[in-house]
């Protein structure tokens, strides 16, 4: 029988595994017995790189977890509980327990690149939204507090260049979402030369067609792979026929939810007009 010191020991271990987990910019998820015949509020915490701190003191169990943790994380879902018979009916025992789930991951932030009418629309509707947001610009008058005396938006004026700025914006890339908004073909591509190195969730340019065309190309001649330029949306954000800067700002932040939460971007409605 556990101990309150090895409940203590326990969630100690998972507090610092989760801490290094965001620490590093890093992914994981935290599986919690939330009902069953036993251990409940045992806690397991399985990393991207597979590696494991707690234990729900089953190893069986702890396995069939570790093998359904990549659907959990794939559904885009914050939490969601299961019962162990929806991915591991083999364990009779567990059939009725429920876990719950949780993706550890950094909070999403906003990196908006270029402070013009649509940077600036864009990072304030981000912000309200409720996202962390920095905001860039090589501008420094175009990144005041005169301009936006919301002081959540973090304001950076990229004095030594954009990928100076960004590369302390950026980390490791996960929970980041780019958009790159500057007024032209040089800021857009040095832009991305920094973000693409960091590989972020979202990365989107602004542009006409041919626009983005012209700094893609670019790119490629210096040997970004096709991969990871087709990673780029550009030109940037859904077509809702926006035209104020206001409107281009709320097609690309509905494009970075689409792509956080796992959205399909159709007509919610759509499910009548199949049926009617």
Request: charged content about 25%.
């Amino acid at each position: 029988m556990s101990s309150a010191s090895d409940h203590r020991d326990a969630a100690r271990q998972i507090i610092a595994a989760i801490a290094r987990v965001l620490d590093a910019g890093a992914l994981g998820t935290l599986v919690t017995i939330v009902d069953g015949p036993h251990n409940v509020g045992a806690k397991l915490l399985i990393e991207q790189t597979g590696t494991r701190t707690g234990t729900t003191n089953d190893a069986a169990l702890d396995e069939a977890i570790a093998a359904h943790v990549q659907t959990f994380l794939n559904s885009h879902a914050e939490a969601q509980t299961f019962k162990v018979e929806e991915f591991a009916p083999e364990l009779n025992d567990w059939r009725d327990a429920r876990m719950l789930f949780e993706r550890i991951e950094p909070e999403p932030h906003v990196v908006v690149c270029g402070a013009g009418h649509v940077g600036a629309a864009l990072a304030r509707l981000a912000h309200l939204v409720g996202y962390r947001v920095t905001l860039i610009d090589d501008r420094a008058d175009f990144v005041t507090r005169a301009r936006f005396p919301e002081t959540e938006i973090e304001l950076v004026a990229a004095h030594e260049g954009w990928a100076s700025a960004l590369q302390s914006v950026l980390g490791t890339g996960r929970g980041r979402y780019v958009a790159v908004v500057t007024r032209g073909h040089n800021e857009d591509e040095e832009c991305l030369r920094a973000v693409l190195a960091a590989r972020p969730d979202y990365v989107g340019m602004i542009g006409s067609r041919r626009r983005t065309n012209i700094v893609l190309a670019r790119l490629r001649e210096d040997g970004n792979g096709d991969e990871l330029l087709r990673a780029v949306r550009a030109p940037i954000g859904l077509d809702i026929g926006a035209v104020a800067p206001e409107e281009v700002a709320l097609a690309i932040l509905a494009e970075i939810i689409a792509t956080r939460r796992g959205g399909t971007c159709a007509p919610l409605s759509a499910w009548r007009r199949e049926r009617d």
